[in-house]
């Protein structure tokens, strides 16, 4: 099966390292993103996030032709969709309107043979949705909702499974699951990725592929929860908690993970949800996980908030405006710049929000702070300026940084260390 043209439709996280790949294996990639700025970035050849390596893999790929960025879908003989999926109202629904809009401006420009891949992480049932708007488009074509093994386009779901920071290598060695809508889908997915990966690319259905990626990080997610449960309890007890971690896990059979201020980014801090609103009856592990793990910024903040009453007790000259909290990390894990879903800056900006306090941040991946954090009053620092003036210091994220920083802190200074590298 040949693929001579491969289209990538959306440029984030995901969607540039993959278009990258493909186009470090000569193939032609045409990249399409709403977002101007990122579009003209990248025919610069140059890159508008953070990850190792993309920029040199980016600039080599457009300077030698293979790819190029831009607003509008051109014709490919594959399309890969790698859209947000956000959340809904307030009930946790899933957004699936950047899938539609995906799906809506592709179909122009399909023909016989094609095929298409989602790859956004989506809950059940959301690949046969997508062939459905497709179909609705393009009723001149067939689609295997209606005509199986012998319709025009071929579609299926294969989910991402990386862990930002080892983005490009991790694309190419990992396991890839591919759900097809029938076998033939799965086999022209298959021969399509076998372009660079070198992991097994594991075929099952379009349905169990959109559930294996939400049970991965839902799985996740509840040791988590049990972390940060933990964390809490032995706070209480007086236990440090990262020891008693590290003593439960010399145990054969068991593996905690380390807790923190919350969970994060756009898929743990996601997916479960996706599981909770279609089976709410059932699903009620993941959700109290949730739960626990969306709570915990509020422990964190209850923490600052007798950090800052000890503060004023300590200095009775003091009042509240004359306290500095910084906040050591933004990032929804270490040394990203991606702050999608982070418990830290929920954090920030409710310490802002409730707080006469000058609130700080800490984030050396970023060189502005977002609109929102600006807005709020929060100060972007160095490390040196905020241990420096820091009244109290909240360790929200474990980066590299931080970790070699090793600071002697000030008599008077007030430590709330989230992911216990500072002892």
Partial sequence: MQFNTISVVGLGYIGLPTAAVFASRKLKVIGVDVNQHAVDTINRGEIHIVEPDLDMVVHAAVTEGYLKATTKPEPADAFLIAVPTPFKGDNHDPDLSYIEAASKAIAPVLKQGDLVILESTSPVGATEQMAAWLAEARPDL?????????????????????LPGHVLRELVQNDRVVGGMTAKCSKAACALYKTFVEGECVVTNARTAEMAKLTENSFRDVNIAFANELSIICDKLEINVWELIALANRHPRVNILQPGPG???????????FIVSQTPEQARLIRIAREVNDSKPEWVIEKVKLAVAECLNASPRKTAADISVACFGLAFKPDIDDLRESPAVGIALALAEQFAARILAVEPNIEILPPKLQAAGIQLVSQESALESADVIILLVDHESFRAARPAFSVGQYVIDTKGIWG
């Fill in 142 to 162: 067939s689609f295997p909702q209606t005509h199986g093994e012998d319709s025009d386009i071929r579609v299926a779901h294969c989910p991402e499974r990386v």
């Fill in 263 to 273: 969970v994060g980014g756009h898929c743990i801090a996601v997916d479960p949800w």
